[in-house]
Structure formats: C-alpha cells, structure tokens
C-alpha cells in the first residue's frame, strides 16, 4: 500500500525544487537526442521496454495505440527503438509544461 505523506516547505523551497526538475528534465532531453543521433539504438521488447519504465504491458500498448510511442515490427515480434522511446517521453514532459502555451492539453 503507498502512503502519503504531506510536508510544509516554504514557496522558495517549491521553486527551487521545480528549477531542479526542469533541469534534470533538460538534461535528460539532451542525453535522449544525443541517442536518437546515435546510428547505434539498442531495440526493447515490450517486456523489456514496460520494466524499464516501470509501467504494465497493458499501459504500453495504450501508449503505442495512442501514437505517443512508436513501435517496429520484426517477423512477429513488437520492438521498440530506445532512444526514441527516451526522446519521445521528455518531448511529451516539455510540451505538456511549456510556459504560456495551452494548460489544459
């Protein structure tokens, strides 16, 4: 069972604490397009690919089904190219927080 547990921090706190993820966030995206520049991309199984980002198959599918990953198929196997799946999900993190843009999407 997950607890929550709620801590009082001070609105500086809050703010340095979301300067910290944006830039983790930042970074992560560079690392992620250096990869997709690579010619190198190592190819994730569904099985593979649902562990790493901690989610169920059922999640991945929807996922794939829905456009926001893209997906390969070799003979009668669904593969997954890493570094796009890696560059697709920080491309989703930025334009869901862009400053000004539309809140709502």
Known sequence: MKQ???ES??????RQLIVETFKELHSFKEVAQKLT???ECKFLSRKE???LLKISLPTLH???KD????SYRIG???LFKECEVLLALTERNFTKFQRG???GA
Not at 9 to 14: G, M, R
Not at 67 to 70: H, M, Q, V
């Open 9 to 14: 921090i001070t609105i500086e706190e809050l």
């Open 62 to 64: 929807e996922w794939t």
């Open 4 to 6: 929550i547990i709620l």
């Open 37 to 39: 520049e690579d010619k």
């Open 101 to 103: 843009g539309n809140h």
């Open 76 to 78: 009668n196997r669904i």
């Open 49 to 51: 690919l649902a562990k």
């Open 67 to 70: 456009g926001l990953l893209k």
